[in-house]
């Protein structure tokens, strides 16, 4: 007796034309700021066809730091999976697609490109602005005459004063017509 073979099924055919969808731009929040810069960037990288099915994040951005000629290091807590098919794509988009998937971001310093995730570099940006911040507490103040011609220097001081640090100053000696600046040295 012969085995009965199943009836053959029908396999539905999906449609050749995939369907895009306009996502208004009025409904972004603060998060999708790192979308419009994809979309704006101008990738200037080496093509390169990539095509991946549970691949290890550490290893695959390994591979973008060969075509790339980049120093990569990459953070212990990088860790992931990938399935990803990308074909003449540049390598530098490829990465920020990677990243951004995976929640992380990049640090170039040179030629050496830092990976790590987003949370601890953003909070390594804020420490950085806040011990700049701190130091420019700290900095000592530099005083600095300046001789006006053609103008009057009680104009001018309501200029310069937009242009000075929280902590600068400037004074007008009316009889000479000479700001006295009083500032941080980058201010100055």
């Not at 396999?11 to 419009?36: D, H, N, Y």
């Not at 009316?174 to 006295?180: D, F, G, K, Y």
């Amino acid at each position: 007796a012969k085995p009965e073979m199943p009836a053959p099924r029908e396999i539905a055919k999906a449609p050749s034309k995939i369907a895009s969808q306009e996502i208004p731009t009025s409904g972004l929040t603060e998060g999708t700021s790192l979308l419009t810069e994809l979309d704006t960037k101008v990738y200037t990288g080496r093509r390169v066809s990539l095509e991946f099915q549970n691949a290890d994040v550490q290893d695959v951005i390994r591979l973008i730091a060969d075509v790339s000629k980049l120093n990569i290091i990459v953070a212990d807590d990088v860790k992931g999976t990938l399935t990803l098919k990308f074909i003449d794509v540049p390598w530098d988009q490829a990465l920020d697609i990677i990243l951004t998937t995976l929640s992380l971001d990049k640090v170039q310093h040179g030629n050496v490109l830092r990976v790590a995730p987003a949370e601890k570099l953003k909070k390594e940006r804020e420490t950085a602005l806040a011990n700049d911040k701190a130091a420019k507490q700290l900095e000592p103040l530099r005083l600095k005459l300046i001789n006006v011609n053609y103008a009057k220097g009680d104009e001018m001081s309501a200029r310069i004063k937009n242009l000075l640090s929280d902590r600068g100053t400037v004074d007008v000696d009316t009889r000479t017509n000479t700001l006295i600046v009083k500032d941080i040295k980058e201010h100055i």
